[in-house]
């Protein structure tokens, strides 16, 4: 990767500034969580990853996606492969390609994991508060959407000062009462305010991953969303 593309490549983290970058180091042993250690601590936050396909998760050998960033008139993505078994990446932009290991980064390849992080938090959020480590969860149920105003229950997530990308942060899910998520907001460094606030629609089924492929705010001059999403199964 050369200067001009590494630069690029940071220009796009800011254009998409507002997203989450959550997770921390350890994402790259995702593979060592078993279905089993999370059915033993049944928990909402179980319940929303088991709706969106969790149990199926460990046959899971390959995912492919496509991130896309539609802001006002500006359009943005890049395209991923990963092996979550052997933590191999691979980053495809329209400028140049990138594999890497997710445990072996040098200072090149850890600015390509910043945007991994985020695309993957963003296409695989209902399963990020089983998997990840120093989160707190708390619950309230009949609350009102933020964007749909529907009557819906929401988790809220909590991430800890300590490691990943952007520590602090919180998370609040609305999901309806077969814990499919619908909305949610982002609170960067868990402020009052939602720093950012999206649907979540268009869900696809890939191998048994319940992926919702759209996200919009309530003006829909911002619009996330994923394309060219395939799932491979070693089961």
């Known amino acids: 990767m ?40 049944p928990s909402i936050a179980y319940q929303i990853a088991k709706a969106a396909g969790i149990e199926h998760w460990n046959s899971v050998s390959e995912i492919a996606f496509t991130f896309n960033v539609d802001r006002d008139k500006n359009h943005t993505e890049r395209s991923w492969i990963w092996n979550p078994k052997t933590a191999d990446v691979k980053m495809i932009t329209s400028k140049d390609t990138l594999a890497y290991n997710r445990n072996n980064l040098d200072s090149i390849s850890k600015n390509a994991d910043k945007g991994f992080i985020n695309d993957k938090f963003w296409l695989l959020a209902p399963f990020q508060p089983v998997w990840d480590k120093g989160v707190s969860i708390s619950e309230e149920y009949k609350v009102v959407a933020p964007i749909s105003k529907d009557t819906l229950n929401k988790m809220t997530v909590v991430y800890s000062d300590d490691g990943g990308y952007t520590p602090g942060d919180a998370y609040d899910y609305f999901y309806d009462e077969n814990f499919i998520v619908k909305e949610w907001n982002y609170r960067k460094g868990n402020s009052d305010a939602p720093t950012l606030t999206n649907t979540w629609e268009d869900y696809k089924n890939f191998e048994g991953l319940k992926i919702s492929t759209n996200h919009k705010d309530a003006s829909s001059s911002f619009r996330l969303y994923f394309t060219n999403i395939s799932v491979k199964s070693d089961k």
Do not use: M, R, Y
């Open 2 to 41: 050369n200067f001009k593309v590494l630069i690029g490549f940071l220009c796009f983290g800011i254009i998409s500034c507002n997203n989450p970058q959550k997770s921390s180091e350890t994402s790259s042993k995702e593979v060592e969580i078993s279905v089993s250690d999370s059915i033993a601590q």
